[in-house]
C-alpha cells in the first residue's frame, strides 16, 4: 500500500520512478489527461544553451556597452503564464480532498470506488484523499458514520479521539466533541487512541466507549439506533442528550439552572420534535418552553 506516499506521485511520475501498478492507476485517473498537457507545454519551451566561449564574450560585452531594455514577446510571456498558472491549477486539484458533509437534520449514504458504504448522521463529515484510493483505503470522520467495508486491502478511520483499523467488516463511529463511541457489527475491528496509544480489538457484537482516554466496554443492539431514525441513551449526561437532539432538529436549547450532568437512559424519535422533549424532560423531572418561532426551547427545573 502506499502508506503516505500521495504527496510524492506526482514528482515520482515526473521523474518515470511510479511502478508499473501506479503508472496503470494514475493513467486512469480523470486528470492524467491534463498534466500530461502541461507537461508538453513545459517540454515545447525551448530551453537555453550553454556555451564556455559564447558566455565569455556576452560578459565583456556587458561590461564594455552600456545595457539595453531586453523585450520580452508577448506571446512568450502570456504562454509561459497560462503554463504555469495551469501547474497551479493541476497541482491543486492533484492534492485536492473528496469532503461529503450532512446538516443538522440530514443523514446520506455515500458509495465510495470501492464499492464500500458509509451511512452517514446529522452533523458530519466524511473525507479521504482523490488518488490512488484502491492502494490506500483511508477516511477521515467528524461526527457519526456507518461503515460496510468491502473486502480487500486494510481500512483505515481516522478521528480526532483515534484510529480505527479495519478488514472487510460493519461497524458504527460516533465521534463528538464529547463523546467517542466504536461498535462492531461484523467482522473485527481495531481502535488506537491517539493520546495513550492503548488499542482495543472488537468483534462483532462488542462496543466501546471513551472517556478522558479511558476505554470501557459498551452494550449495543443489533443496529445502531440512529439508522431507524432515533438516538438511544444509557447513563449519558443530559449535556450530551441535549447536544445530540439540538443535532437533529433546528434548534437551540437553553438550559435554565439545570443540572447537565444528570443521567439520562432512553430514547427519542427524529420526526416529533415535541414527542423527543416530553420524554427527555418528563424522564429528568424538567420542563419545557418552547418559542413562537419554535427555533429555541428553554428547559427549566420542574
Not at 161 to 168: F, N, P, R, S
Request: glycine share 4%; with cysteine.
Amino acid at each position: 500500500m502506499f502508506e503516505n506516499k500521495d504527496d510524492t506521485i506526482l514528482a515520482r511520475w515526473l521523474a518515470g520512478e511510479l511502478t508499473s501498478k501506479e503508472l496503470e492507476e494514475f493513467k486512469a485517473s480523470k486528470e492524467y489527461t491534463q498534466f500530461e498537457f502541461i507537461v508538453e507545454g513545459l517540454d515545447r519551451l525551448e530551453k537555453p544553451s550553454f556555451d564556455s566561449e559564447s558566455l565569455k564574450n556576452r560578459i565583456q560585452n556587458t561590461i564594455d556597452t552600456p545595457p539595453k531594455r531586453k523585450i520580452f514577446s508577448i506571446k512568450i510571456i502570456t504562454s509561459i503564464s497560462a503554463i504555469a498558472a495551469s501547474i497551479v491549477l493541476i497541482i491543486g486539484l492533484f492534492f485536492n480532498k473528496v469532503t461529503y458533509t450532512t446538516d443538522i437534520g440530514e443523514t446520506h449514504t455515500i458509495i465510495l470506488s470501492d464499492d464500500t458504504k458509509v451511512v452517514m448522521n446529522s452533523g458530519s463529515i466524511v473525507h479521504h484523499k482523490r488518488f490512488f484510493w484502491s492502494s490506500q483505503r483511508e477516511v477521515y470522520l467528524e461526527g457519526e458514520a456507518f461503515f460496510d467495508v468491502t473486502s480487500g486491502d486494510d481500512f483505515i478511520v481516522n478521528t480526532k479521539y483515534g484510529e480505527i483499523a479495519v478488514l472487510g467488516t460493519e461497524f458504527n463511529i460516533h465521534t463528538r466533541e464529547k463523546s467517542f463511541e466504536l461498535a462492531c457489527y461484523e467482522g473485527k475491528v481495531k481502535y488506537t487512541n491517539s493520546n495513550t496509544q492503548e488499542t482495543a480489538q472488537l468483534t462483532k457484537g462488542k462496543a466501546i466507549k471513551v472517556e478522558s482516554d479511558k476505554i470501557s466496554p459498551k452494550e449495543i443492539g443489533a443496529s445502531p439506533a440512529w439508522i431507524h431514525g432515533k438516538s438511544q441513551f444509557e447513563s449519558t449526561p443530559l449535556s450530551e442528550v441535549l447536544d445530540d437532539l439540538q443535532l437533529h432538529y433546528k434548534l437551540t436549547v437553553i438550559p435554565d439552572a439545570i443540572n447537565m450532568e444528570q443521567l439520562f437512559t432512553g430514547s427519542f424519535r427524529y420526526d416529533d420534535l415535541d414527542l423527543a422533549l416530553r420524554k427527555i424532560c418528563l424522564t429528568m423531572g424538567l420542563e419545557y418552553t418552547m418559542s413562537n418561532n419554535k427555533q429555541s426551547v428553554t428547559i427549566t427545573k420542574r
